[in-house]
């Protein structure tokens, strides 16, 4: 006899995230309307409960509705709050941090490479074009990444040599804060749109070898910079033009046609990791069917996540069995070149070479920083 495969999704339908959540809903329809899953489950059924304002609560409530599967919700205190209120299983599809450990979360399954992790990437890019660089300025704002920002920075800039000066700043506060921090080669800034478009106003006048902003990687951030925005370093999570191995699901293209043919927009990437998470849930069940015919709980696909190594439309997806964080996935970074954003980095995915040192002007800086 069959039965319906039932999925919760605990994300933001109202509030100042509510078009993420939104976005989520879009893609776990489309993944639910398409999936093909063993003769044990005749369809799948995906409810959406608003996390907007008290993701504990609705995460409560999800549970409550025994579903087979928890995904959600949007943010790292959102996505704190909805593991302390269930022990259920959750597909975290939406909060990207370090401190989804398993060590201190034993019941998640991190979908995406932690967000802090994108600087990273800012400075293999440079150490691979420059040997000689080794001043870095970071410039954050206080909030939930804060402390992840800078303590995953600064290991990775002691791993390539660069000595590290930080200011952390009240929201806000960017302007202030730009105009105390001191020169170095390399500048990454993290914050929102508003105070990274201060501090940019402020900074950008200073001859920095490469210059990186969490905003650069949008197409509608950091506009009012013009053509100083060129050479400005950003991390993307996800595009739709990049090509991946599709292991499990469709092709990035074949998403993208589908997602537009239903909700007449294309998908972001709060969309795709969505999709992805529908994509591995449907794995494990076919992966259980397959093996013994087991019970679907959250023991057994937990179990089953940590043994899969596959790509699906926003890449590889291969947890660490040490720490749970998702180590197969790992975003990009775009450089703003001639009014276009192209992808410079990881090398297995360039579209166009890394200008460096930054360009001013069609011109790049001096040799001395």
Do not use: K
Request: hydrophobic content about 45%; proline content about 8%; overall charge neutral.
């Amino acid at each position: 006899m069959s039965s319906p495969l039932t999925v919760a999704l605990v994300t933001p339908l109202t509030g100042p995230a509510a078009a993420h959540g939104l976005a989520a809903l879009r893609a776990a329809t489309l993944w639910a309307r398409d999936e093909h899953l063993p003769p044990a489950w005749d369809e799948i059924n995906v409810t959406a409960y608003d996390a907007h304002p008290h993701p504990g609560a609705a995460t409560r409530s999800a549970a409550a509705a025994n579903p087979d599967a928890i995904f959600g919700p949007h943010g790292p205190q959102a996505a704190l709050a909805a593991c302390a209120a269930t022990d259920r299983v959750l597909f975290n599809i939406a909060a990207p941090s370090t401190r989804f450990v398993r060590q201190a979360v034993p019941n998640i399954i991190n979908m995406a490479a932690p967000q802090a992790t994108w600087t990273r990437g800012v400075l293999a890019a440079v150490r691979s074009a420059d040997r000689r660089a080794h001043r870095l300025a970071v410039m954050v704002a206080a909030g939930d990444w804060a402390l992840e920002i800078v303590s995953v920075t600064r290991a990775a800039a002691a791993a390539r040599n660069f000595d590290v000066t930080s200011s952390v700043f009240r929201p806000g506060q960017a302007g202030a804060a730009a105009r105390r921090l001191p020169a170095a080669d390399v500048l990454i800034v993290q914050a929102d749109p508003d105070d990274e478009a201060a501090a940019a106003e402020i900074l950008l006048r200073r001859p920095w070898r490469a210059a990186a902003f969490s905003t650069a990687g949008h197409d509608d951030a950091l506009t009012t910079l013009g053509d100083r925005r060129d050479g400005l370093l950003g991390p993307r999570a996800w595009s739709p033009q990049l090509p991946a191995a599709a292991g499990t699901g469709p092709s990035v293209s074949e998403f993208v046609s589908r997602y537009r043919q239903m909700h007449d927009q294309p998908p972001a990437a709060t969309a795709a990791v969505a999709f992805a998470a529908g994509l591995i849930l449907g794995r494990c069940v076919r992966m259980l069917d397959q093996v013994d015919g087991s019970l679907l709980d959250d023991a057994t696909v937990l179990a089953t996540a940590y043994a899969l190594d596959t790509s699906t439309v926003l890449g590889r997806f291969r947890l660490d069995p040490a720490t749970g964080l998702q180590v197969g996935h790992q975003g990009h970074l775009v450089q703003w070149q001639d009014g276009v954003a192209a992808t410079v980095w990881p090398p297995d995915r360039l579209r166009a070479p890394l200008h460096y040192p930054r360009r001013r002007g069609g011109q790049p800086w001096p040799e001395a920083a």
